[in-house]
C-alpha cells in the first residue's frame, strides 16, 4: 500500500481544562499555527498514530441537527463559506466543552487541522495528553519539558470532507476505545455509526482474502491462515462477542500480527470494530461456492489441495473425484 501525501491546509491547537470536579473549561488560541517542520511533525505523527489503532468506528453525520450541530458547523465552513477554519475551530472547542463536562475526568490538548490527503480533503480533531520529559540545553544542563503525548491518543476523528460531499456512505471515523470509552466523542462529533454485521463480515473476509494474496503463502500456509481465521470468527459469532480488530490479528496471524492488523486498520477499507461476526458471511474463507443457471456446487479449498476436486484452467472445468454411491448410482440410472 502506497504512503498518502500529507498536505497541511490550516492548523491550530486549544487546551481543554478540565479537573476530576467541576465544569469543563476552554483556552483559545486566537490565530492558526504557523506551518513550520514542528507543525508539519506533529500533524505527520498524529495521522500515523491514528491510522496503527484498530478499534476505529466508522459512519456519517446524524440526521438530528440540534442534538449533533457539527454537521452545521462543517456546512457553514466548507459550504457556506460563513465562517473561517479559526471561527470553525473555536465553535468545535464550545461543542466539544458542553460534550466533556459530565464524562471525562481530565482535559488536555485539542489539535484541529485540515489535511489534504491526496485527493481527499480531510477535517482531523484529536484530544491529546501531555507529558513531561528531560531535556538538555546548549549548556547540556537537564530540565523539565512538557510535550504532547500523541503515543495515547485520547480520543481522534476524522472527517472525509471529500466523500462527504460526495454523498458517500460512511466518510467519518473515530476512535472507540475499550468500552466505548469515546462514546462521548463519537456524540460531539455527530456520527452515526450504525454496524451492519453481514457487511463488515464480508468486507473481513475480502480484506483477509487479499491479505493472504499479498502474502504468497504456500498453499498449505494459505490453506492454514483461512481454517484460523474461520474458526476464531466462528467462535466469535457463536458467542456473541464483539470482533476486536487487534485480537483478529493476534489469531489469524500470530507469526507477524501487526502487519495483518495494519491492512485490516487501513483507512481505504474502514472496517470497524466491535460487531458480531455474521456466521454465514465468513463461509468463504473455508468453501467455494457458486452456481449457475443448471448445477449448484460447493466443496472446500482443501479438497483442491488433497485432488478430492481438480481445476484445469485451459478446460476452464473441474473434475470432481470420491463420489458417494448414491450419486452414481442416480448418474448411472440418469
Not at 480520543?155 to 472525509?160: E, P
Not at 496471524?253 to 470494530?273: F, R, Y
Amino acid at each position: 500500500m502506497s504512503e498518502v501525501q500529507h498536505t497541511i491546509t490550516d492548523l491550530v491547537v486549544h487546551k481543554l481544562v478540565k479537573g476530576p470536579e467541576g465544569p469543563a473549561g476552554i483556552e483559545l488560541r486566537s490565530t492558526a499555527c504557523v506551518l513550520d517542520n514542528a507543525a508539519v511533525r506533529l500533524v505527520e505523527q498524529l495521522c500515523s498514530q491514528y491510522a496503527s489503532k484498530a478499534g476505529k468506528g466508522y459512519g456519517h453525520f446524524e440526521a438530528d441537527i440540534a442534538t449533533f450541530p457539527m454537521v452545521e458547523l462543517v456546512r457553514d465552513y466548507v459550504v457556506e463559506r460563513k465562517t473561517d477554519f479559526i471561527g470553525l475551530s473555536r465553535q468545535m472547542m464550545e461543542l466539544l466543552q458542553a460534550c466533556a463536562d459530565d464524562e471525562l475526568d481530565s482535559g488536555g490538548h485539542v489539535v484541529i487541522s485540515r489535511i489534504k490527503e491526496g485527493d481527499t480533503d480531510c477535517l482531523w480533531v484529536a484530544l491529546v495528553g501531555e507529558k513531561v520529559g528531560s531535556a538538555v540545553n546548549g549548556n547540556l544542563d537537564i530540565f523539565d519539558c512538557s510535550y504532547l503525548d500523541l503515543n495515547e491518543l485520547r480520543a481522534a476523528g476524522r472527517i472525509d470532507l471529500t466523500g462527504w460531499q460526495r454523498g458517500d456512505e460512511r466518510y467519518i471515523s473515530f476512535l472507540k476505545g475499550r468500552g466505548d470509552v469515546a462514546g462521548w466523542f463519537k456524540r460531539f462529533i455527530g456520527c452515526s455509526d450504525v454496524v451492519i454485521a453481514l457487511k463488515e463480515t464480508k468486507k473481513l473476509v475480502q480484506t483477509l482474502t487479499q491479505f493472504a494474496d499479498t502474502q504468497h503463502l504456500e498453499p498449505q500456509a494459505r490453506d492454514a491462515l483461512m481454517q484460523r481465521a474461520h474458526v476464531y470468527l466462528d467462535e466469535l459469532g457463536e458467542s456473541g462477542a464483539p470482533l476486536a480488530i487487534d485480537e483478529v490479528a493476534k489469531e489469524v496471524w500470530p507469526e507477524q500480527p501487526e502487519q495483518l492488523s495494519k491492512a485490516l486498520t487501513a483507512e481505504d477499507v474502514k472496517l470497524a470494530s466491535g460487531f458480531v461476526p455474521d456466521r454465514r458471511a465468513i463461509r468463504p474463507l473455508v468453501r467455494f461456492k457458486a452456481s449457475a443457471e443448471e448445477w449448484k456446487l460447493e466443496f472446500d479449498r482443501a479438497s483442491l489441495r488433497s485432488g478430492a476436486v481438480q481445476y484445469d484452467r485451459e478446460a476452464g472445468t473441474l473434475v470432481l473425484s470420491n463420489l458417494p454411491d448414491y450419486l452414481k448410482q442416480m448418474l448411472m440410472e440418469e
